[in-house]
């Protein structure tokens, strides 16, 4: 744990920004604050205030909206029957649509109030469809079976209509934890998370339902999380706060490039340069001291003239332009971290080895990935004598790990293989999965599709490699310096992504500008 974690008693890694929470376990927290003396009706308040507030903005009265409700028959649709009577007061209109006959008593308490206030049910989600903007609360968390019967066909009916649709809590048909949907569900413009983000809103599976994700805070005490939560969250979200504390700074003042880490990076075949510059530019924007950059004999010019930062050995190459072994110049005990697969083809598997045998922490990625599933991975991982950290995407994944093939490639699979083989996995997606032995699993929440590039990740190797070297530096321990180095990578990775989105939409977003913008966007943050 970061020594700022300690101070004042403030646990960062139990606030709301940065818990993640099964269905199970938000239950026992909701539980332990009803024990604790707090009223159901009064959490029910609070919580359907906070979500109008954050409506009212978004959804200007001036406009005279017209707000449909779905109503749930639990509490979920209690919070959004006092969404419906506090937007009537400020002078929305309102109509509420009732699928299931039968509701919880504190939801048809509030049912019979806005009865009572002549806000009339609608019979029908047809009568929605003209509605400016719909709030979803129909189901919340714990879901178990599919949607059904008017219900479901109502929620599809409303997905075709696109219409502006707000979730309360998670959209109404995802299963909570695995982020799936079962059967038909509400496709959300935004879904405001309610006290914890919820497992399934950080799964690939949800996101395509979610639209915009907002966490909604409704002041959760410390001892209630910490009471259900014990020892410490398995799964955290990584904040800028949580990346930024485990990047290598501050510098020294009196620090000079062999006191800020080398990083050996191992990449490219002639038929895939790109990819030895693209890993050369992103550890170098990383601000490692030093970096040799290893390239078939053929490449070294190119590298030279578009990497003069880095030292560039030219390696003998086969026949089709693949390493075929390394320079004599090569010497291990010189590197703080290796990295190895970018670009490299098959036809490298003895430069492969060597690396993978070496005593260095050592990162592998894309061919060093192919090369690894072609042995027995499970093995050889655990064998290896230094610390390790896999990049896969789920592709990749699958190939490594084949006995999961049955499953679906999810954070829990990347945990799974973590824990048994001891080497650190970083599951690349939408959602990117940082998986470490008897830590916490961290996912990067926020991330964009520009990033669906060639190259990309391998902007993000050379990254994490320049990064762990330095962090190597600093009396890291390899297996501590290549998690920190994958949590801060991937976030800021990612950041440099959407930055680059927002200004040339997400169609411009390429690997070279990636690696060129990364140092900038770091900037903005810190």
């Known amino acids: 744990m970061e020594e700022s974690e300690h101070r004042h008693g403030y646990r960062p890694d139990l606030g709301p920004e940065a818990v993640v929470v099964t269905a199970q376990q938000m239950q026992q927290i909701e539980t332990h604050l009803f024990e604790a003396g707090l009223p159901v009706p009064a959490l029910m308040e609070k919580v359907a205030g906070q979500i109008t507030q954050w409506l009212l903005p978004h959804y200007p009265r001036d406009r005279a909206p ?13 919070d959004a029957l006092v969404v419906a009577r506090e937007l009537h007061h400020q002078g929305y209109q309102v109509r509420p649509w009732y699928p299931f006959p039968n509701l919880k008593p504190l939801t048809a308490q509030h049912q019979t109030y806005l009865d009572y206030l002549g806000i009339a049910g609608v019979t029908h989600s047809d009568e929605l469809l003209g509605c400016d903007f719909i709030v979803d609360g129909g189901f919340g968390i714990g879901l178990t079976k599919p949607l059904s019967g008017e219900f479901a066909a109502g929620i599809t009916a409303l997905n075709a209509a696109d219409r502006p649709i707000v979730s309360i809590d998670l959209p109404s048909g995802l299963d909570t934890d695995s982020g799936a949907a079962l059967g038909t569900a509400v496709r959300a413009t935004h879904t405001l998370c309610l006290g914890l983000w919820k497992l399934g809103l950080l799964q690939d599976a949800a996101q395509p339902w979610l639209g915009q994700a907002h966490l909604i805070p409704f002041d959760i005490p410390q001892a209630a999380i910490e009471a259900v939560l014990t020892p410490s969250p398995a799964r955290r979200r990584i904040t800028a706060a949580a990346a930024i504390a485990r990047l290598p700074l501050p510098r020294s003042p009196i620090a000079h490039k062999y006191t800020a880490g080398h990083a050996l990076l ?15 530019r992103g550890a170098i924007a990383s601000g490692v001291g030093m970096l040799t950059l290893v390239v078939p004999e053929s490449l070294r010019p190119m ?4 990497l003069p930062e880095a030292l560039v050995l030219g390696a003998a190459e086969t026949a089709a332009g693949a390493i075929a072994t390394l320079p004599a110049a090569v010497e291990w005990d010189q590197y703080d971290v290796v990295a190895c697969g970018p670009g490299l083809t098959l036809a490298a598997t003895t430069v492969m080895a060597a690396a993978w045998s ?9 061919d060093g990935l192919n090369y690894l599933a072609q042995r027995d991975p499970q093995r050889a991982i655990r064998e290896r004598r230094a610390a390790t950290l896999l990049t896969p995407h789920p592709g ?14 999810t954070p829990s699979a990347a945990a799974y293989q973590a824990a048994q083989t001891g080497c650190t996995v970083v599951l690349k997606g939408a959602i990117s999965t940082v998986a470490h032995p008897n830590e916490p699993v961290w996912f990067n929440p926020t991330s964009t599709s520009a990033l669906a590039r060639g190259g990309s990740g391998d902007v993000l190797t050379g990254l994490a490699a320049g990064l762990a070297a330095q962090l190597m530096q600093r009396q890291r321990s390899g297996a501590d310096a290549l998690l920190a180095s994958a949590i801060a990578a991937v976030w800021w990775h990612a950041q440099t992504g959407i930055a680059v989105a927002a200004e040339q939409s997400v169609l411009g977003c390429s690997a070279s500008q990636l690696a060129r913008r990364l140092p900038t966007v770091l900037t903005s943050h810190l």
Do not use: C, K, M
């Open 66 to 78: 017209v707000a449909g409700i779905i109503v749930g028959p639990g509490h979920n649709g209690g």
């Open 266 to 280: 191992i990449a490219g075949s002639r038929q895939y340069g790109g990819a030895a510059l693209l890993a050369g």
């Open 303 to 306: 590298a030279l003239s578009q």
């Open 358 to 366: 070496g005593d260095r922490p050592l990162i592998f990625d894309a």
């Open 396 to 409: 990749e994944f699958r190939r490594l790990f084949p006995d999961l093939w049955a499953q679906a490639v």
